[in-house]
Each structure stands twice: as C-alpha cells, then as structure tokens.
T-cell receptor
Framework: QQQVKQSPQSLIVQKGGISIINCAYENTAFDYFPWYQQFPGKGPALLIAIRPDVSEKKEGRFTISFNKSAKQFSLHIMDSQPGDSATYFCAATLTTSGTYKYIFGTGTRLKVLA | GAGVSQSPRYKVAKRGQDVALRCDPISGHVSLFWYQQALGQGPEFLTYFQNEAQLDKSGLPSDRFFAERPEGSVSTLKIQRTQQEDSAVYLC???????????FGPGTRLTVT
C-alpha cells in the first residue's frame, strides 16, 4: 500500500514534443507529491511538486496533473529539449507522528532526440 | 550557497569490511535523510533525523547499518561487515524545518567486492 507505481520505464521523444510520465498510488494518506530529475552521477533535484488539494500545477515547461479520485498524477514536459534527457522520479510523502518520508517510484529514463 | 555534500564520492570495500559515509547537509537544515539507490531504481528510504534525534530508522535493512548525527549537522552512515548486496549509491538529503522539499547530495557509490 506504500508503493508508488511509475510508468513508462523509458521514453523517447522528439525535440519539441511532449513527454508524459505517469504515477499511481494506493495510500490516500500521502499528502505531497514531488517530481525529481536526476542526471547520471548526480543526486535527484526537485523539479516541481503538488499537494492533493490542487488538480494542476505549472512551472515553466513542467506541469503536474493530479487526479485525487483516481489516485494518479502525471508530469508533462512541454517543448521537450535534449537537455531534459535524464531520469525522472515521482514520489509521495507520508507524514506520521511528526515525521515524514518519501516513497519514490522506480524512475523513467527520458531521452529527447535532437 | 553550498548544497548538500557527501564523501567519499566513491568507495570500494572488500566483503566484510566496515565503511563510513559522510553527509554535510545545507547549513541550518533541521531534517536529514539517508536513502539507498540500487542501479536503475528509485531511492529507498533508510533513516531520518530531526536535529540530532533519529526519529525513523525503519528503512535500515539490517543491524549492520547504523546512522548518527551527534550534533545535529553532519551525519555518518556506517555499514559493518559489508556484503555484496550493500553495493548501491547512498544518497543524503536535507530540508529546512517543517518543509517537505528535500535537497539531495551527489551520493556515495559503494561497491563491495
């Protein structure tokens, strides 16, 4: 019940196209949903995040769509660029007794073709 | 400003050796997390500190894993009697008080031979 399922495992998109990565969860107690971008040899870097009381959040070319009833959320990268080629992780945060932890998805390796 | 730093960046250990991995969080960050990231997988939670208090260690895979943060800043993850299955990237993250955003370090890649 604490899993976050991410798909697809890998994605190839043409430059200028839209990249879409999906995540699904079961635990309705999750209360914060960030997306992280990770380049090889680097730690994950926060890209954008959303709380469950909001259905959409946009920051530049990155948009999170959140469907609370379906327990799904997705990352859309508009006008994808070769520099966006990286691994993307969704996560969900569980807060219990004053502590919190991230549960990460398994990652999506994105390649944007020039 | 300086981000989260980790050392060493790479560590090769022979099976059975003890290792110590260091994390320097962003100055003033109250919360500190350790994660284990296997090749091709997402980070998996190991343990969480709030200042010097270890509030959650439910993700530590065995009693060979031990973490400390004695003065509420620098943290050390120690693995005793390393095994091959311990080979992974160990990530540290920190965050300010009552803030969900976590800032990750570059990780330490541990290879046990």
């Amino acid at each position: 019940q604490q899993q976050v399922k991410q798909s697809p495992q890998s994605l190839i998109v043409q430059k200028g196209g839209i990249s879409i990565i999906n995540c699904a969860y079961e635990n309705t107690a999750f209360d914060y949903f960030p997306w992280y971008q990770q380049f090889p040899g680097k730690g994950p870097a926060l890209l954008i995040a959303i709380r469950p009381d909001v259905s959409e959040k946009k920051e530049g070319r990155f948009t999170i769509s959140f469907n609370k009833s379906a327990k799904q959320f997705s990352l859309h990268i508009m006008d994808s660029q070769p520099g966006d080629s990286a691994t993307y992780f969704c996560a969900a945060t569980l807060t219990t007794s004053g502590t919190y932890k991230y549960i990460f998805g398994t990652g999506t390796r994105l390649k944007v073709l020039a | 400003g300086a981000g989260v730093s980790q050392s060493p960046r790479y560590k090769v250990a022979k099976r059975g050796q003890d290792v110590a991995l260091r994390c320097d969080p962003i100055s003033g960050h109250v919360s500190l997390f350790w994660y284990q990231q296997a090749l091709g997988q997402g980070p998996e939670f190991l343990t969480y500190f709030q200042n010097e208090a270890q509030l959650d260690k439910s993700g530590l895979p065995s009693d060979r894993f031990f973490a400390e943060r004695p003065e509420g800043s620098v943290s050390t993850l120690k693995i005793q009697r390393t095994q091959q299955e311990d080979s992974a990237v160990y990530l540290c993250a920190s965050s300010p008080d009552r803030v969900y955003e976590q800032y990750f370090g570059p990780g330490t890649r541990l290879t046990v031979t």
